[in-house]
């Protein structure tokens, strides 16, 4: 059998499987998750044998610490597992929900229903529970999944995933709503990425070059999560205790994801009366200061250490601690940077004026768009929908934190008696 | 200029022109509508002149005449256009609307903020009023948009839109809200589908080779609008009267629509009282018959000419008087062969039984699934949406039949005082 045609049988399976998993009753999808978790507990030790295989090859092949950090199933990694399968198991399920519901002058009752998608693809790389997080979502929202993780945790994925299929099989759900490829040869994404009849969504985690052959090569619909270059904006009007600590909070408290500060934009009115102690703050937890010719203006003789921004530092995702820095004349100017070098991901302005904050609410065209308030919030979790698949930048169907409410589409339900067009 | 770069600078100004297209008040865009339609009634004669040569052009090609009347500005398409027009102007203005909003336990307040998606290209086929039509819809949600008409109505369009564009000037609009391709060479198109930095959706009006060639080119995400292979199943407790009525309107009310009836499903119980009367029917209003075996011999003898039908008419979207049927044990074997054979557009049951109705709703897993009602009412105007940029068979984003309030995206709005992640 040829690598297609394997795949075209996985995506076959998970079609057929899909049907099951649309109709499960929600207590035997919950069900499902519980014992998934008893069983990752449980089985711990033929899980970590099997991670182990994947370790050691690993280091053979020179994985940095890094990596090899991030493939390891840890106590920590394991608990935020099951934590995680069951806080999906108690949030609401979405399927069958009714959103919206009238009634016509002919009698016609119309309701717009949830219902799931049907096959999620999930490419993604190094982490081996994204396999169980993107299983339990997918699944409680009534899909069945085809997974592809990093081949470097090829035998952490197939032993997690297997765990996930005999939860299933123990609640007489075909345990082929969840399958990983079994193959690490590329040449099986490609295929895969063929298969629109059998696949409704592809989401791809991982890299902007993972993304950007994703979508190259799909004739699949893609959800795409791509960079945070986020912003913060201390307006003329702004409290500057509040801006100083939401500017250390969003970009210190973990600069390595997508919703952390890469860009601080400030009018010009307070920028000599902020940014010295702002940024010293920040220099002291470690920051690297890049600022434009304005800002190193302001720091002369500050004893801080501005490096000159350039023009790609405005579009630099860091994912580190280093800071872009920017003096504005207006809130305008700062609109502008922001539509012109950010990423519509996640942006904040910080100010006393009701109406400037309704101003930015409006004009900033970004997934999420707060007031007041630090980047770091832009997450599922935060905003209380409950555990997150990602967050997307596409505007398509899921923009920002993506829940358990956008791995369903909709469905019209039509109720009558007998009604015919005239 | 390359026709490359010409496609790129028209996308860049659309680009630019979509932030004014957000950010305008619900009255100009209603004035820009509303002038839109007046100056199409005064400025007819032009609008005439072009489409003469379009129409000209058309003849010494050898268009058929089908073809030649789409194509045709005729009293009543230009009557639909200022309807149209007027009707756009008229429906409530999604952008701005909040359609969700709650309060978290540290104070913040987070809603769902209607936006508009930004830039959208529509690609379609003969009919020039699909100019004003999109390009209002379109507009009226916020956003800009590119349009590439089929080349057989170039000049046509290239009127509609300058008249479009004029209305835009009069209310003080940049004109580059919507953009006709200048050119018919095929060349564009591609161009067009590569530029994902500055179009946001993409949208083909037409046949599935139409379809097909743009999924397989595009960058950019689309939204698809393929086949209605709808049925109608007569369920073994259904109301015979209504079903005869229900299975006349959705074949014959308008067969060349994608919500028009393609298979009647009938259950064995019921299917010698109802197919006789039924199909006579039919057959007088000029449907061609195509049934199974079954079918075929429960007609013996009655004098209906009814072909045999094949593997192939179970797939089949005829847009025509043609009509497969066919007779099923059960009403799990109609759904079992509603989703192997059909697109997933509309498909209705009709019933008297509370329990089969309620779970052939749940189960059929269509765009638009309806009980005891016409097929014929999958369709904006129908479900009181409004007017409809089409109906879609794609899961994402939008299902079923789209309106003003699927042309926009959302983006999360929150209000903090001062709130930081710890």
């Known amino acids: 059998m040829t690598i297609q045609e394997s795949i075209l049988q996985l995506a076959q399976r998970a079609r057929q499987a899909s049907r ?6 929600t207590h035997v999808k919950n069900a499902v998750l519980a014992s998934c978790a008893e069983m990752i507990e449980s089985g711990i030790d033929d899980l970590r044998r099997e991670n182990q295989k994947d370790l050691e090859a690993g280091k053979k092949s020179g994985l940095s610490s890094a990596m090899l950090d991030r493939l390891n199933l840890s106590d920590k990694t394991v608990k935020s597992m099951t934590e995680g399968l069951r806080e999906v198991a108690a949030l609401p399920d979405p399927v069958d929900e009714i959103i919206h519901a009238w009634r016509r002058p002919n009698g016609l009752e119309i309701g717009r229903m949830r219902v799931p998608l049907g096959v999620i693809a999930i490419i993604y790389e190094s982490r081996p529970n994204v396999t169980i997080d993107a299983a339990a979502l997918c699944f ?3 899909n069945a999944t085809v997974l592809r993780g990093g081949s470097e945790a090829f035998h952490s994925n197939q032993a997690l995933a297997g765990v996930f299929r005999k939860a299933c099989e123990k609640h007489g759900i075909c345990p082929d709503v969840v399958q990983v490829l079994d193959t690490t040869d590329r040449a099986a ?3 895969l990425l063929k298969l629109n009849n059998y696949i409704d969504v592809v989401i791809p985690r991982g890299g902007r070059s993972l993304i950007e052959r994703v979508v190259d090569e799909s004739r699949i619909p893609v959800i795409k999560h791509f960079d945070g270059i986020c912003h913060v904006y201390v307006d003329s009007e702004a409290d500057l205790d509040v801006a100083n600590d939401i500017v250390f909070n969003a970009k210190v408290q973990r600069p390595g994801v997508c919703n952390a500060m890469e860009t601080l934009l400030v009018h010009q009115a307070v920028a000599d009366g902020f940014l010295p102690g702002s940024l010293k703050r920040l220099a002291e937890a470690g920051v690297e200061l890049r600022g434009s010719e304005s800002v190193q203006k302001i ?17 630099t995702e860091y994912l580190d601690l280093v800071l872009s820095i920017e003096v504005v004349d207006s809130m305008e100017a700062a609109i502008d940077h922001i539509d012109k070098y950010g990423s519509h991901h996640t942006d904040t302005i910080v100010t006393r004026s009701w109406e400037r ?6 004009e900033v065209d970004s997934a999420t768009v707060l007031v007041n308030a630090s980047t770091r919030f832009s997450d599922g979790q935060q905003f209380g929908l409950g555990a997150e698949i990602g967050i997307s930048t596409d505007k398509l169907h899921a923009r920002g934190p993506m829940g358990l409410t956008d791995l369903v589409c909709t469905k019209f339900v039509v109720s ?6 005239t």
């Open 140 to 142: 409680k929202a009534g």
């Open 189 to 191: 994404v490609g295929a």
């Open 20 to 25: 099951e998993a649309r109709l499960a009753p």
């Open 416 to 421: 009558g008696d007998g009604q015919v067009r």
């Open 357 to 362: 904050g309704r101003r930015f609410l409006r």
């Open 299 to 315: 720091l002369q003789g500050s004893g801080l250490n501005i490096l000159p921004a350039t023009e790609e530092d405005w579009r």
